[in-house]
T-cell receptor
């Protein structure tokens, strides 16, 4: 099993729809998780941090399921500007390393 | 807006050239990172500096040489690169070491080796 696994997509979703991605992780000791978004030819930008069961920020909701070892990202009322690659990131406990998923590509269609 | 800056934005260099990439952060962070990213792949960690000391080297070839002059600055010196080293080089910083602090990325330097 890969350390961090994501469905690569692409997800092509009409504007205004709700879309959800899952990310599974292998290390049951992992305590915190990050979602980054990366636009084409740009740097990753932190979207959301998840330290407990979940987090919500406007249209974005992240949920953590420790028993099944997955984190989900839900985007409601999707906008054209949400088109990007979404990276699931799991920090390694005790050091500065981050383990990145391969990313899920999302395209919002007008 | 990112508080991690990188220069130059683009760099084209020959295999015999020597060049340097520069990174600066203005957030008082104590850990800084270099990543390499190829197209359609996630970033790959190269080096980590913590409190201005090299703490992680991910078995990077010696043609890449990092330097941390102070807690705000990070350089990556390049010498005798290969065409396969062409990539986006990202600098990042985080509050401290050890704990799962979020990392903040600079805009990157897009490097082409000819």
């Amino acid at each position: 099993r890969k350390e961090v696994e994501q469905d690569p997509g692409p997800f092509n979703v009409p504007e205004g729809a709700t879309v959800a991605f899952n990310c599974t992780y292998s290390n049951s000791a992992s305590q915190s998780f990050f979602w980054y978004r990366q636009d084409c030819r740009k740097e990753p930008k932190l979207l959301m941090s998840v330290y407990s069961s979940g987090n919500e920020d406007g249209r974005f909701t992240a949920q953590l399921n420790r028993a099944s070892q997955y984190i989900s990202l839900l985007i409601r009322d999707s906008k054209l500007s949400d088109s990007a690659t979404y990276l699931c990131v799991v920090p390694n406990f005790g050091n500065e390393k981050l383990t990145f998923g391969t990313g899920t590509r999302l395209t919002i269609i007008p | 807006d990112t508080e991690v800056t990188q220069t130059p934005k683009h760099l084209v260099m020959g295999m015999t050239n020597k060049k340097s990439l520069k990174c600066e952060q203005h957030m008082g962070h104590r850990a800084m990172y270099w990543y390499k990213q190829k197209a359609k792949k996630p970033p790959e960690l190269m080096f980590v500096y913590s409190y201005e000391k090299l703490s992680i080297n991910e078995s990077v070839p010696s043609r890449f040489s990092p330097e941390c002059p102070n807690s705000s600055l990070l350089n990556l010196h390049l010498h005798a690169l290969q065409p396969e080293d062409s990539a986006l080089y990202l600098c990042a910083s985080s509050q401290d070491e050890g704990a799962p602090y979020e990392q903040y990325f600079g805009p990157g330097t897009r490097l082409t080796v000819t």
